[in-house]
């Protein structure tokens, strides 16, 4: 008993299995997480260290290159990139893929303790932090809220009240709060007062640190109780710090009051932020790993309206929502799924003329696509772009095995006069290794998808396994579901007679439609008959000609160019603008000012928050402030004119005109930021030694590539070195009156930068306590040179930290005596490379393929003399990109080779395979030409449409070959079997084609959100199967005549197309089989099979 036979005659056993597998598929889909894409892990590990106030070179020398040295021995390095700029190193380390990312991290851990061996000894110097690299570490949510005057109150609420809330949603990992005004307790230090009672800032420091404590004083016991005694110590108030001791001076007690004012204010301030002008403070949310961004907001929705209702004077302006663009990616995909399974049912419709029919096949869709989700929650995968993209070009295969099994059942009940039960079984046995045979070659196309490593792998893994999920379960409905259906739909009545019959006397609309499509399939088979007839005469024209145009079509390649994958349009863009190195913050906010004013009179935009003095970014806030820099991030209004690139364009038309501003705006695309870790540019990076000279010739080569059609917002990493005011200090004259360097630049730094010398604690939160200067004498050298030190090298009591209070005054020393001060200039960054120094100019691409810019860059570049000891290159982002491009053409060389394999099995002939490839360069063709009028270039996912299209086009092949053998096996000569296989196959070659092309169509339109990203795919896979289509019909059985002579010359015959050379048929033929016609994919008029095998048995 088969299964075809089992199926029949237990239909209760299978309907069970199907509600098995809907309703088990229906509840993993409601648990789906759901996300923009696939979770890609980035082999990356980072390394930042943090040394106040200390200069970039020092950095270099005594943090970040012993790092470099230590971890370049950690096994499967890729590259060691690093910045180190004032306070702050980062190294990041990244490595091979397929390397184990958590033991390579706790490597690389190891190899950090060993550089700290070397490391100088400071306190301030803080221990190397070291973390992996998560691409998910972006914010989802920006809010900027204002409604509070006090930005003072409103940044200590946000700090201290709201952010915990939102914090404790689900899927929230952290709430980044950015601008406004910190707390702070401010003791502004008389540098007057100081000289003239023999004091310092920093024993006014000490002094402070030492009074706030509580100190435990032990335990205190009576006849029935133990008592805690603590001695409470920490301020009350501001006011009480004021009370604090500092020294006695001449046997007067020196208090805090009489050499400080001490106010509750704020620290200064270094950021500017504003929400549509107005100011505002920030809010950015980021997510934790994994979680799931749509139900992550949600939750966070849900936080923010109890927050609201409890402080209703607050405004959240919504500058920027990740789920916006995400939710309307997947539904966009979702409804293009729908959409093409409409679109391959009418199809159906057209072709099979009959509506039970059309029922039976329609029926596999919805059941193969809900059973995949089962698959796809089993396998932790998340109902994303790709997974869902996988489901739509899915739509067109799924119904391909159900309409050859229907096919065949109905040329049994035609033909042979069957019941329905019976038909169903015979039908569905006879067709059924064939059935089978093709779907293998869908699944061995992108099966080599499952080898590819990097970001291209972790991508597309899911899209391909979804596709061999669906149609393998397709598969299983098609030898199941189809014939127990079958037996109990089909009025075998109705067709024994022959349906063209039946059309013809029904007059219902429909059945007048089907009708006329009936006589112009007829009228089809005939000119198709006319014109592979003429083919075969000409054949060495044929194939010249089609092969032809294969070749003119390459000349095409370069105007289409190649790219990672295509920028998505998500209506959010940011604006960074750069002034000349030392602009003060002021200066920059009047520019950011300027700049917002004419984002806002634009109509398309909707909100503008930004920031003056840091380089916000969607990524977050930069690790350093800039006060030379201005960024801001814009949502454009959800049905704005043109595309956010056009009103990009136009917008920096107009900023480019404000004085000094250098405006870089660039679109957020979320899918680029994932695969590349954030770096969307094409980068050109010069290695040298010097940076006086590496700054001299990125000048050189921006002014070469910067009028590059394509190429906007091209930029260098280095700015012109940074003014500096450098105190030299005499270190005899230092050490003679007993001060260590240590001690003099301490004292500088607390002058201006602020020291912080405690905590003021209030209703359980801490705000730092600022000794400085007044604002007024810590921006001058003159004020500056008169700051009184005290000497830290002789016992002075309070001076080592020996006593409470200095009973003997010291005297005093002005800066003047031991230092002088000079300007002159340093840099702001040091950039390293594999442990070499390096500047970078890069640009984004827009509007131009990535290949073609990188190869005009190449061009100009040649015309570049760099300097012996200097060379360029492209950025890693650029080879990386190389290498999955690599990667890629490897699996769809291994899908062809594999696919060769098969069929030279099959066949038993290592020429015959041949025959079927030989579509595959010509369905290139149509891709090519697609990809050119559609105006996309050839990526990632241009590459999965061209595998897809070679599994489709070879099972197409295999449906003409195939049958033509069978014939030949039957006594056919070689040219009567191509002239009557070809017409009998056009059909079922026209429908899976059409059911395939147009299931694609809308994914290829690319009209709504995120659509960019699959557009190029399903572009690929229409185009082909066009050219190919067409080309098949005629070129393919042209080619297997001209292989048969080719055989029959190798073996010492020749080729007169009427010998009868009987290569295997990929199918044995039954018992059955050769008793009775083989298949026909054909519903409707007499097939040419029955009309031959009638003419046999008159014969």
């Known amino acids: 008993m088969n299964i075809a036979q089992i199926s029949v005659t237990r239909p209760v056993a299978v309907t069970m299995r199907i509600l098995a597998l809907v309703l088990l598929g229906a509840v993993c889909f409601l648990r789906l997480p759901v996300d923009l894409l696939p979770n890609v892990t980035l082999p990356t590990v980072s390394i930042s260290t943090t040394w106040p106030n200390v200069a970039p070179e020092e950095i270099e020398t005594q943090v970040t290159r012993p790092i470099e040295r230590a971890v370049s021995s950690v096994p499967g390095l890729y590259e060691v990139s690093s910045t180190s700029d004032e306070g702050t190193s980062n190294v990041r380390v990244q490595f091979q893929w397929g390397v184990d990312i958590g033991k390579a991290a706790v490597d690389v851990l190891q190899q950090v303790e060993r550089a700290k061996r070397s490391f100088p000894v400071d306190p301030t110097l803080e221990n190397p932090i070291v973390a992996k690299y998560d691409p998910s570490q972006t914010p989802i949510l920006v809010y900027g809220v204002s409604g509070i005057a006090d930005t003072i109150k409103l940044r200590t609420l946000l700090d201290n009240e709201i952010a915990p809330v939102i914090e404790s949603a689900d899927g929230v990992a952290a709430v980044n709060v950015t601008g406004g005004d910190e707390r702070a307790i401010l003791v502004e230090v008389d540098p007057e007062a100081l000289r003239a009672r023999s004091l310092s800032l920093q024993q006014v420091s000490d002094a402070i640190g030492r009074e706030n404590l509580n100190v435990p004083g032990g335990i205190a016991r009576t006849s029935n109780t133990e008592l805690t005694i603590r001695s409470l110590g920490l301020f009350a108030s501001p006011a009480e710090i004021g009370s604090v001791p500092v020294g006695n001076y001449r046997g007067q007690l020196i208090r805090v009051s009489d050499v400080a004012t001490v106010r509750d204010a704020s620290a200064e301030t270094r950021i500017y932020t504003r929400l549509n002008g107005e100011p505002a403070v920030g809010l950015l949310i980021v997510r934790q790993s994994g979680a799931n961004t749509l139900s992550t907001v949600k939750s966070v929705l849900g936080k923010l309206d109890a927050v609201k209702k409890q402080y209703p004077d607050l405004k959240f302006g919504l500058a920027y929502d990740q789920s916006r663009f995400i939710g309307q990616s997947v539904t966009r995909v979702q409804e293009d799924a729908v959409i093409g399974g409409v679109l391959a049912v009418i199809i159906l419709l057209f072709f099979l003329r009959n509506v039970r029919s059309t029922i039976v096949v329609a029926l596999s869709i919805p059941i193969s696509i809900v059973s995949t989700f089962a698959l796809i929650y089993l396998c932790g995968f998340s109902l994303n772009t790709m997974s869902l993209a996988g489901l739509a070009l899915a739509v067109g295969l799924i119904v391909d095995d159900a309409v050859v099994v229907i096919e065949n ?642 073996r010492g015959g020749k080729g007169d197309g009427k010998d009868l050379a009987r290569p295997p048929s990929i199918i044995e033929p039954s018992v059955e089989s050769v008793e009775r016609e083989p298949q026909t994919v054909s519903v409707g008029r007499k097939s040419s099979e029955v009309r031959s095998r009638e003419e046999d048995l008159v014969d």
């Open 409 to 1050: 059942i109905f040329r049994h009940i035609e033909r042979d006069g069957k019941r329905a039960a019976e038909a169903a079984v015979s039908g569905t046995q006879e067709i059924l290794s064939a059935v089978v045979a093709s779907t293998v070659t869908i699944v061995i196309v992108f099966l080599p998808l499952l080898l590819i490593r990097g970001q291209a792998g972790q991508m597309f893994t899911q899209l391909a396994l979804v596709v061999i999920f669906s149609i393998t379960v397709s598969l299983l409905d098609a030898a199941t579901v189809v014939p127990m259906l079958a037996s109990r739909f089909i009025d075998v009545k109705q067709y024994q007679g022959g349906q063209e019959a039946v059309l013809a006397k029904d007059k219902s609309v429909l059945g007048r439609f089907f009708h006329w499509a009936s006589q112009r399939f007829e009228a089809l088979d005939k000119s198709y008959h006319r014109g592979l007839e003429w083919s075969l005469k000409h054949r060495w024209q044929v194939v010249g000609g089609a092969f032809g145009v294969t070749a003119l079509s390459c000349f095409l390649i370069p105007l289409i160019g190649t790219e990672l994958m295509p920028a998505t349009d998500s209506g959010d863009f940011q604006v960074r603008l750069k002034l000349p190195i030392g602009t003060s913050l002021a200066r920059t906010d009047e520019v950011m000012k300027q700049a917002e004013k004419i984002l806002a009179d634009n109509p398309n935009v909707e909100t503008v928050f930004s920031a003056a003095g840091t380089n916000l970014s969607i990524r977050g806030v930069g690790n350093s402030l800039n006060p030379n820099q201005g960024a801001a991030i814009v949502k454009l209004k959800e049905h704005h004119k043109g595309t956010t690139l056009e009103v990009i364009a136009e917008l920096r038309k107009k900023m480019s005109r404000i004085p000094g501003a250098n405006p870089n705006l660039t679109p957020i695309d979320l899918v680029t930021q994932t695969l590349t870790g954030g770096n969307q540019n094409i980068e050109i990076v010069i290695f040298g030694e010097s940076l006086e000279e590496l700054a001299k010739q990125s000048k050189i080569v921006i002014d070469k590539v910067r009028d590059i059609p394509g190429f906007q917002n091209v930029d260098v990493n280095w700015q012109d070195a940074t003014p500096e005011l450098q105190w030299r200090v005499d270190r005899e004259k230092a050490t003679t009156l007993g001060l260590s360097f240590r001690n003099i630049a301490g004292t500088i730094n607390s002058a201006t930068n602020g020291n912080i010398a405690s905590y003021f604690q209030e209703n359980g939160y801490q705000y730092p306590i600022l000794v400085q200067l007044p604002e007024s004498q810590r921006k001058t050298t003159d004020a500056l040179l008169s700051l009184p030190l005290r000497p830290d090298l002789i016992s002075t009591g309070l001076a080592t930290g020996t006593g409470n209070v200095a009973n003997t005054p010291s005297p005093t020393i002005e800066l003047r005596q031991i230092a002088r001060a000079e300007r002159d200039t340093g840099p702001s960054e040091i950039t390293r490379l594999n442990r070499q120094r390096y500047i970078s100019v890069s640009g984004t691409p827009e509007g131009g393929a990535e290949s073609a810019i990188q190869a005009e860059i190449t061009k100009r570049m040649s015309g570049v003399d760099l300097p012996n000891g200097y060379r360029w290159d492209f950025g890693s982002a650029q080879k990386r990109r190389a290498e999955e491009f690599a990667g890629m053409g490897l699996a769809v060389f291994l899908a062809i080779a594999l696919i060769y394999m098969v069929l030279a099995s099959q066949f038993e002939s290592f020429i015959h395979p041949f025959t079927i490839l030989l579509s595959v360069p010509l369905a290139i063709t149509g891709v090519i030409v697609a990809l050119f009028l559609s105006g996309r270039a050839f990526g990632l996912t241009a590459f999965i449409g061209v595998l897809l299209l070679v599994g489709i086009v070879v099972k197409n092949g295999i449906l003409l070959i195939d049958y033509t053998n069978q014939l030949r096996e039957r006594g056919r000569t070689r040219d009567e079997a191509v002239l009557e296989a070809s017409p009998t196959r056009l059909r079922p070659i026209l429908m899976t084609s059409l059911a395939a092309g147009f299931g694609m169509l809308p994914l290829a339109l690319g009209l709504g959100e995120g659509s960019e990203t699959q557009a190029p795919l399903a572009t690929a896979v229409v185009g082909g199967l066009t050219t190919s289509t067409v080309l098949t019909l005629f070129v393919i059985p042209v080619v297997y005549t001209l292989f048969d002579d080719l055989a029959k010359k190798l």
